[in-house]
């Protein structure tokens, strides 16, 4: 801590804090926080984003953690954004790619801390309920499960609530909340045991080891193979009949195994007497590919099958896989060097591909990246594979992904000049086999990574061709070829206006006869004119249009109107000027009036509108309303 990188962070923790940095135990805070703003600027510029699993977990928790020590010293508000800037002027000229990311991490740290900070605030409002309820009952100590919960819920640090109860002159059931996040961590290794208990992997890793599969797939789609084990319901089998789902273990195989993102292949293993329809593949950490499905006649373990790949789905399912290393490549042109792959889903019908990235696509962005794939698709551009040493590949410029594991010798997919990366799946051998290039939508998946999903080839001509049927229905429904379809609809909507605005002024007009035959109910209720009256509307519009006509044409005085809409019963109150001076609430009133109906509400003195859950209490709740006026302000009238 004493190099010039973390004196010049430390520096700025100094600064933020308004304390001077010791090299003792008083300045473990200003190294926690110089630490892990460092780890956590580097993490994000890798593409790693704050989330509740895996990597985004880890950064997370150091976040927060500098959050925390950052209390500690007195700052309060969002500070660790603030770093970012000190740890890339130490680090960026080593590491430039720092340099590229700075906008995105201080993002994605600024959002992070606020929200964190939103937590705490919800975390400490519980805290000070949880004090509060604990010297009611004069204990002694925060129940363990009660702090428990402020950690699992809120995130909140124990040590946090530790302070709250030291201030409160309270201890805290610290065994109490160990036995809770034992017990939680039991339940929790429970249901993974009882999930692992029915997968595959662990019932072959109890069978031993076995030699690893053989794979053919980059170059084939069938191959002749000995099975090395067959197994049924948990236990290695000599044969399988008509109707069992069974795991296969084959010497060699075509069957790519769902891996980086990619699906298995699907397809069919036939023997002397049956086959098997494969449903998927997996690949266990020995090399041996699994292979499910279920029995059609029968098959045995020592007979020879032909393994093969449906070639529709494999070629579907590679169109989109070299179309996902052309996006990835698209996206870093339109909106910089900083974005990363952090997940991906390659299928025969779509792609899916996440991305580290601060932000919304624009149309433009999109527009723009969906032009680059198609350009380089049009570009009839080789797609080679080789196999390297990992240095030599990330010297040449090969994109490794994030969090993805990578042995010495690596395969590289390059697709023309334009993209290279270390990838096991598979592809097509020319970027043009892809066809086309479409993106369905942009979104977030939390904060700091965005999600395209696309579709390519024939998936295109699908996703067009539904569109063209949506547009031929709805063209038939309203009566007008495909091509007028925009000026219908304009016209519609403007007529639709039209209809709203009559109907809007036959509804004052009945509002205004309505409220007029209304008046006729009036009566007097602790010498107040008073209007209790049930009545009907279309909708809440109308309905306050005729509440708003009976205040005009009563005068001084209540009224009290009720209806239902939506199956549930509704009231609004209101009252006249020279009442609420009196000191009558429209407010009060129509909460008490929907009580009686199962519900409640309130709103301003003048007038206040509120719900009752059951439609048949309606009438009920307005019989009712002349005791509730009376009850509450029998002496306004009169005084």
């Not at 990835?328 to 889903?345: D, I, N, P, T």
């Amino acid at each position: 801590y004493d190099t010039d990188i973390m004196r010049a962070i430390l520096s700025g923790v100094e600064e933020l804090c308004g304390k001077p940095y010791y090299r003792d135990q008083r300045g473990f805070p200003f190294r926690v926080i110089a630490d892990h703003i460092r780890s956590c600027v580097f993490l994000i510029s890798d593409g790693v984003s704050p989330s509740n699993v895996d990597r985004g977990y880890v950064l997370r928790r150091i976040l927060r953690r500098a959050i925390r020590f950052g209390k500690l010293l007195g700052i309060d508000g969002p500070f660790m954004y603030k770093l970012v800037p000190l740890v890339i002027q130490q680090m960026g000229e080593a590491y430039p790619e720092l340099v590229a990311a700075e906008d995105m991490v201080t993002a994605v740290i600024r959002r992070e801390e606020d929200r964190f900070h939103e937590t705490l605030d919800a975390g400490l409002r519980l805290a000070q309920e949880i004090v509060a309820r604990a010297r009611e009952k004069g204990e002694r100590a925060l129940g363990g499960q009660d702090l428990f919960r402020l950690y699992d819920t809120y995130g909140f640090p124990f040590d946090l609530a530790q302070d709250i109860a030291e201030e409160a002159g309270l201890a805290v059931d610290q065994a109490g909340f160990d036995e809770a996040m034992a017990r939680q961590r039991r339940q929790s290794r429970e249901s993974r045991k009882e999930k692992g208990g029915r997968d595959l992997a662990l019932l072959l890793s109890r069978l031993g080891q076995g030699e690893p599969t053989v794979f053919l797939g980059y170059e084939e789609l069938t191959a002749q193979s000995g099975l090395q084990l067959l197994a049924r319901e948990g236990e290695a089998v000599d044969s399988a009949n008509e109707g069992e789902e069974v795991w296969l273990i084959f010497d060699r195989t075509p069957f790519y195994a769902a891996s980086g993102g990619q699906v298995s292949d699907r397809g069919s293993v036939a023997g002397q007497d049956g086959s098997v329809q494969v449903e998927s593949v997996y690949k266990l950490p020995d090399g041996r590919f699994v292979h499910q499905g279920v029995v059609a006649g029968q098959i045995r373990r020592r007979e020879i099958f032909t393994l093969r790949v449906e070639a529709r789905t494999r070629r579907r399912t590679a169109a989109n896989h070299t179309a996902t290393h052309l996006l990835h490549k698209a996206l870093r042109e339109v909106l910089g060097e900083h974005v990363y792959q952090a997940g991906s889903a390659v299928e025969p019908e779509r792609l899916r591909f996440d991305f580290a990235h601060h932000s919304a696509m624009t149309g433009p962005e999109i527009s723009r990246v969906e032009e680059l794939v198609n350009e380089a698709i049009a570009a009839s551009l080789p797609v080679t594979t080789e196999e390297k040493e990992i240095e030599e590949a990330r010297r040449e410029g090969a994109v490794a992904l994030f969090g993805e594991k990578y042995g010495d010798t690596v395969r590289v997919v390059a697709i023309g000049d334009y993209s290279k990366e270390l990838c096991g799946g598979t592809h097509l051998s020319n970027s043009a086999q892809a066809g086309l290039f479409r993106i369905v939508s942009e979104g977030a998946v939390s904060a700091g990574v965005r999600r395209i999903e696309a579709v390519t080839g024939a998936g295109v001509l699908e996703l067009l061709a539904a569109k063209e049927r949506s547009l031929e229905s709805l063209a038939a429904l309203l009566k007008t070829p495909a091509e007028d379809l925009e000026k219908k609809a304009r016209n519609l909507l403007e007529s639709n206006k039209e209809y709203e605005r009559a109907l809007n002024r036959a509804e004052g007009k009945m509002a205004a006869l309505q409220s007029d035959g209304l008046l006729s109910q009036k009566i007097s209720v602790a010498g107040m004119p008073a209007l209790i009256a049930r009545v009907e509307a279309r909708d809440m519009e109308g309905y306050r249009a005729l509440s708003d006509a009976v205040r005009e044409k009563l005068g001084s005085g209540v009224a009290v109107l009720g209806t239902v809409l939506e199956d549930k019963a509704s009231f609004i109150v209101t009252v006249s000027a020279d009442l609420v001076a009196r000191g009558v609430h429209a407010g009060n009133l129509v909460r008490e009036i929907a009580k009686a109906a199962g519900g409640g509400g309130g709103g301003r003195p003048d007038m206040a509108q509120a719900g009752g859950r059951d439609a048949g209490l309606l009438d009920a709740a307005l019989e009712r309303a002349k005791d509730i006026i009376a009850s509450l302000y029998g002496q306004a009238g009169g005084s």
